[in-house]
């Protein structure tokens, strides 16, 4: 199945779709969104991504992060994707959004608008290996020290998120 993305405008309104992967290359405005999953003693559930992505493998992001396709709520498609990488169903809450623009060493660029989701899960998850390589619950105190002391390990929406969030 070919994946595509929403285009948008720096105000979040749709312009159009475009395939993933070429969005990526082209370095496009597209709505994406990000999960962050708390348990009831306040940890942040967390994942390391697959090492068979195409960006960004092997790094330490939020719970789970995606696109919504064309004509699907983001809502709906965070839900989807949150059930589909960490086998998860849980209510959902909007937070906010931010753009950001990154560049990475294999020529690909994420140009989000992406729309912040939180919400709370206090069981391990069942995760997909061809999405997910690991996950963690730490708390945010300790998030930002290994933030600080290993930027790199992380992703860069992430770190964006991390700052505007928390």
Known sequence: MIEEVILVDEFDNSI????????????????????FLFNKQGELLIQRRSLIKYHSAGLWTNTCCSHPR????????????????????????????????????????????????????????????EEVDDFNWISLTDLKEKIKINPETFTVWFKIAVEKLF
């Open 16 to 35: 159009g779709t475009m395939e993933k992967l070429e969005a990526h290359q082209k370095g496009v405005l597209h709505r994406a969104f990000s999960i």
């Open 70 to 129: 064309p004509n699907e709520k983001t809502l709906d498609a965070a839900k989807r994707r949150l059930k589909e990488e960490m086998g998860i169903e849980t209510e959902l809450i909007y937070k906010t959004h931010f753009t950001y623009k990154a560049k990475f060493e294999n020529n690909l660029t994420e140009f989000e608008f992406d729309h912040i989701f939180t919400g709370i899960y206090n069981k391990s998850p069942e995760i997909n290996l």
